[in-house]
């Protein structure tokens, strides 16, 4: 079991947006700025989309987009686009003694 | 652009020992801590341990203290990740990873290696 939660999956068509969560605790996603989002096509390289809760690394698109609630952090994709197929996994920073948590994470469908 | 290059997919025994390698370029490899995470078969990342090149100071998540090694040769830009006794629960994909550490601590992942995926089976 992963420390913080995911959904299993998410879909949207193209064009459309969809939000995906990650909810972790007061020691981890709640209690620092500092969770990413990364991209997964699979037997390719995982790559940063967002880091630092919303900011994203120069060439993501602006279509991507991070927010952050309490313990629940969250990654929008606007515009949904065939190529963002992917599964998607959160990480966070979760104290001095912890290289940090990952997300067990979610399979994006573009319908 | 940073790129990081593990070796291929191994298949092995239990009990064997085993090394991968995962090759760094375009970056100073001495100055920046490199790592490694885990992906067990239909599970999610899990944070192996991490590495600075540039003096060997190695740190690693207690599940995986005493249970692997994590080295890095600066001289050829390349760190490893090895076993010396495999299990059937070390299969997995397992992905090189360039951390962002800020004041010590691991901010992001800024760069990935493709993986490289190990079999253990009698």
Partial sequence: QSAL????????????????SCTGTSSDVGGYNYVSWYQHHPGKAPKL?????????????????GS???NTASLTVSGLQADDEADYYCSSYAGS???GVFGGGTKLTVL | EVQLVQSGAEVKKPGESLKISCKGSEYSFSTNWIGWVRQMPGKGLEWMGVIYPGDSDSRYSPSFQGQ????????I???YLQWSSLKA????????ARPTMI???????DSWGQGTLVTVSS
């Fill in chain 2, 77 to 79: 830009s390349t760190a």
């Fill in chain 1, 5 to 20: 939660t995911q959904p299993p999956s998410a879909s949207g068509s193209p064009g459309q947006s969809v939000t995906i």
């Fill in chain 2, 68 to 75: 692997v090694t994590i080295s890095a040769d600066k001289s």
């Fill in chain 2, 89 to 96: 629960s070390d299969t997995g994909m397992y992905y090189c």
């Fill in chain 2, 103 to 109: 004041r010590g601590v691991i901010i992001t992942i």
């Fill in chain 1, 49 to 65: 989309m967002i880091y630092d809760v919303t900011k994203r690394p120069s060439g993501v698109p602006d279509r991507f987009s």
């Fill in chain 1, 97 to 99: 003694n912890n290289l």
């Fill in chain 1, 68 to 70: 952050k609630s309490g």
